[in-house]
């Protein structure tokens, strides 16, 4: 436990920790306070999550490169995969799927955008590893094109809709799945010389003993679990009570509040001037919730959901991620980057999310 | 005759010419044994179009440099061609449009990615000349923004659309096969050097004679013509009775069937570690698709079919080929290639594949 | 006075200026000959806009560096700019937007392609700065998602949709001139040495006396409101009259005459091998139109006309200036030019053209 106690002591991101206890007591106590609960929540999350990121880190160190690397890879977006199994108990698919276009666009455009510009501030122009940016910027692009070639192509009749959107959502979800599988074996195994310079693990931070890793793993876990299931119960009626749609919830706030610990970490390293690992973790961030956490979710809705979630996106949503993806793989297509680049990515977030707040998706958005 | 016989004695694939004689009769025996017929035309077209492409490129050869090079590229398709024009006669506008589209998206995602999967099984990271793969990228991109952006662009009022859309296709089909003879001009005249690297002859094959290669050309010709017939007679059915649609066949079996001869040349150069040969054979036949062959059809279309073809594509098929479009582009440019890159563009084909086999185009789709 | 007459003396473009008063007088005359009208208004402000056009870069020369860059960046779609305000005092948002859409267009396809026609028809190959071409062509894309964001995201529900698009739209153009101004400082200020090369003078006309440079530029302005009133007030009748729809004038008619002066620059510049130049004046000038001229226009809708102007583009012209921004982007990465390239870039703008004049936009555009 000493060396968690240390990090907790010397990282005052992780005092937000206090949170954790504050929000589960609250919720005891004043359940209907929806606003409450929901920022008392997000403040339990982040500090959650970045203890979830240095666990899963600590554990992956200690079990040698390619389990190590599939620990990381498989366990990174953990805190949005928490999330919205949540939101998918609930029935909130709506939610679900706005998290998860959310999730691309945020990290595609917001976690890029702010490392470019915040590496921008401090280095007048800044190289990085082009070889990489494009193997990551091409990845991106065709996962997200395949998670959303049903949504673009289909030409869905609404009445027997339904049914079909779900018997194809359930063979892509597989297709999706063994996509990332052979991703996974190309990076970590056939190829992983093109990935070297990507180095995730920020080595600041001394790995902690593996017993501790995995219990905080569990622990946390389980925290995350709880918090979640409160943020979601309330993120709705919250939503509502500071003028947000659901739709802007699920794209901006959740996906901003699951990315957090990958941000802090991005963005430490663009100010370092090793904007690879910034690029890296932004892209291959998003690239995973396309080609893993989406079609997981899938999968598990035919469990705990009241009904199984396909992968149906409302058009607009459709059109926000391709643009995130394209611009991304665009820019990080150049290996050089300058501080202008990053505001201009950030433009465009803004953008995205000034629409969504002033004109949700309407209501025969697929549920 | 003799280098013909030599050549069909040695290469197994041809052995399935049996099937021509077969498929002719079995339609005189069973002409209503869609499912039948169906499966013999295919095995019957495949080893047409391989000696329709050997007998091509050997006439190519006798005839010198540019009449050459105009030979192979105006004949290069002519298999997808002559079963489109079979379509056109039966009045099958869907299918045509669907073959038309398919073609493009056959080539540029699953040819491109079989011959990089293909090679990237042998060699674990493949060079092949950036410049060509670029100016094919930019060809194919440029060529299917042509073809599709009337369909793209157009909000077309369906009371008065067909006649607009009409006068359109007409001009837009002079249009496109100017910019075809343009193209023409500068890879085979003005800047054939940049073409160089792209050597398509297979060397391995010596050339025939040219009374032997034309002869030849003339009398596979007609069988192609008489087994596409068939094929186009039973396709409908057989899909029906398959559980295919006819978007479907037409956007995935007829462009499988009619690649066959182009793809066996593709994916065996890819293997030789020839990766610019592949690159411009997927990239430049998609091209040809979309400056020559839909044109074609469509003037064609005033004369055999039972009214004028126009050149609108459900959105479906318009957002499909832009996606293969773009990615094929996206992927070419780098130079660059290993199996994963080849993996992930057959993922989008079968994406697409399964997309249209679930959910096919509503019944609005124009026909 | 001397060098503006020597000027007009030996530039036989700017003896056109013998047409302003002679639609002036003719508007008096003869008020209801529209096409007339129209005609002698094109014909008068081509050579104004040339003369606005240097009179701008004779004060910038005078005012130094970041002050004249500034005032280049800014008048430098002046002539657009006016004519649009003459269309928003009229009540013609259909004309304005089309004109805004149709300037991107057309500078990102038509004179970048004629500039690489040209350039190619005397240089065999056209190498140029492929740093500037890509900040460029990132710019531009970044600029068109920005202004297209909300037409192509926004699911808009027609009855409450007006409001929503109104307040949408101003705090999106208020988003937009902060990003110019950005922009400005970066290019300007912080990063100018990567737009070294990118010299916007032609250095072949002298620059004017400060004195006549600034009353050429206040007198040219009013002369160029005046006759954009006349051309504003005919250009529907005359399109009617020559069968062309609105779009089709605002699109392709309105963006040629508005960027006549810029594409004289231009030309002359590929010709002269100088494609940095016409790269940064084409892809510059789309970039503006978006990020500059389109919101100021939407916030002067608040004080000229009628009611505010929103920023929904109809379907059609959000597919056409995407295409446009990312064909350009693509192909002015790569550095290189041969005559092809720009023929195709001018294929798909005649295909544009051809589309728009016979499908115009239906009745349910947004007006």
Redesign the interface.
């Known amino acids: 436990m000493k060396p968690l106690l240390k990090e907790i002591r010397y990282n005052p991101r992780l005092w937000l920790l206090v949170f954790v206890p504050v929000v589960l007591i609250a919720e005891r106590i004043a359940p209907s306070n929806h606003t409450l609960l929901f920022v008392l929540a997000i403040l339990a999350i982040v500090p959650l999550a970045a203890l979830l990121s240095h666990a899963t880190e600590s554990v992956a160190e200690k079990t040698g490169d390619a389990i190590g690397g599939l620990l990381n890879a498989t366990l990174g977006n953990l805190t949005e995969l928490i999330i919205a199994i949540a939101a998918l108990q609930a029935g909130e698919y709506m939610l679900v799927k706005a998290s998860i276009a959310g999730a691309v666009v945020t990290n595609s455009l917001f976690m890029l955008g702010a490392s470019f510009l915040l590496g921008g501030l401090r280095h007048?122009?800044q190289e990085y590893n082009r070889?990489g940016g494009?193997l990551y910027g091409?990845?991106l692009?065709?996962a997200t094109?395949?998670l959303l070639?049903?949504s673009?192509?289909?030409?869905?009749?609404l009445a027997r809709?339904e049914v079909?959107?779900q018997?194809?959502s359930a063979?892509?979800a597989v297709?999706l799945i063994?996509?990332y599988g052979?991703?996974l074996?190309?990076s970590l195994k056939?190829?992983k010389e093109?990935f070297a310079s990507a180095d995730h693990g920020d080595k600041e931070e001394a790995p902690w003993p593996l017993g501790l890793a995995v219990g905080t793993l569990l622990v946390v876990t389980v925290l995350v679990a709880l918090v979640s299931e409160i943020f979601v119960g309330s993120v709705q009626k919250a939503g509502e009570a500071l003028g947000m749609s659901p739709a802007f919830v699920g794209f901006i706030i959740v996906a901003l509040v699951g990315a957090a610990a990958e941000m802090a970490v991005a963005f430490s390293a663009a100010r370092k001037d090793r904007l690879d690992m910034s690029v890296s973790i932004a892209l291959g961030s998003a690239a995973q919730i396309a080609l893993f956490v989406a079609p997981v979710l899938v999968l598990i809705s035919y469990v705990v959901g009241p009904k199984p979630m396909d992968l149906q996106f409302?058009?607009?949503a459709v059109?926000?991620v391709m643009?995130s993806a394209?611009?991304a793989?665009?820019?990080s297509n150049?290996g050089?980057s300058?501080?202008?680049?990053g505001?201009?990515?950030l433009?465009?977030y803004?953008?995205?999310a000034?629409?969504?707040y002033?004109?949700p998706?309407?209501a025969?958005?697929p549920a």
């Open positions: 007048h122009v070889a494009r091409g990845l692009l065709m094109i395949a070639a049903p673009a192509v289909a030409d869905l009749d809709g079909m959107a018997n194809l063979g892509l297709l063994v996509a052979l991703a074996l190309f056939t190829h093109l409302w058009p607009g059109t926000m643009i394209v611009t793989s665009f820019i150049s050089r300058a501080w202008f680049i505001a201009l990515l433009f465009i803004a953008i995205f000034m629409t969504l002033v004109v998706p309407g025969h958005a």
